[in-house]
């Protein structure tokens, strides 16, 4: 069965330090997606991407943070300049119509010290 | 208010117990209705999926919507231990590139 995967499973930084989270969504998709999961709250909304460009992004997407699809297969996720606050569960999803069903990678654990 | 409220719980049953889990909304516009099975340090996981107003029913598992009152279920018959996750309900409004809005999730516990 076709998934979203996610690397690393765990990234440990230090403040202010740049970090790029890496997602191969599901390879008919065109909708992509990053939300995020700080420990014991809702998963939340960060930014959605179609059509090369971003569809929508919440106010936690600031300028520290950016997203790119380099070639036809990875989707990524940079923190410029990473804060305490940015510790968090970073989860990539796709979909292959806008709407329709999310599929969820695993997840990546960002710890920032 | 917010925009999706859901009791975190712990909710514990017995095993073979049917389970209800439920979510209220205060944006008419939402359109998509959604529940998701989280396991501990992993994604989401899409369990249901259902348009408008309504049932819907796979297997063990029924989603019902009440648009009217704003309110969302599901239902989980026979439960398992295998069923014990968090639940998350999770929607989005009519437009295609809306966000899908997350519910913070009930634990659920089922006792073997």
């Known amino acids: 069965e076709p998934e979203v995967t996610q690397t690393p499973s765990h990234q440990v930084t230090q403040m202010g330090q740049e970090v790029i989270l890496r997602c191969v969504p599901i390879?008919?998709?065109?909708?992509f997606y990053w939300y995020r999961q700080i420990l014991g709250q809702k998963v939340e909304f960060l930014v959605s991407?179609?059509?090369?460009?971003?569809?929508?992004k919440s106010e936690i997407f600031d300028d520290q943070f950016s997203v790119e699809r380099p070639d036809g297969s990875n989707f990524t996720l940079k923190i410029r300049s990473t804060k305490l606050e940015d510790s968090a569960m970073y989860f990539c999803?796709?979909?292959?119509?806008?709407?329709?069903?999310?599929?969820f990678g695993s997840g990546t654990q960002l710890s920032v010290l | 208010q917010k925009e999706v409220e859901q009791d975190p719980g712990p909710l514990s049953v017995p095993e073979g117990a049917i389970v209800s889990l439920n979510c209220t909304y205060s944006?008419?516009?939402?359109?998509?209705f959604m529940w998701y099975r989280q396991y501990s340090r992993k994604g989401p996981e899409l369990l249901m999926y259902t348009y408008s107003s309504g049932n819907k029913e796979d297997g063990r598992f029924t989603a019902q919507v009440d648009k009217s009152s704003k309110y969302i279920s599901l239902f989980i018959r026979d439960s398992q231990p295998s069923d014990s996750a968090t639940y998350l309900c999770a929607m989005s409004a009519a437009n295609r590139d809306d966000k899908i809005i997350f519910g913070k999730g009930t634990r659920l516990h089922i006792l073997p």
């Open positions: 390879s008919n998709h065109l909708y």
């Open positions: 944006n008419s516009a939402f359109q998509y």
């Open positions: 999803a796709s979909a292959a119509d806008g709407n329709e069903k999310l599929f």
């Open positions: 991407f179609y059509n090369n460009e971003i569809s929508e």
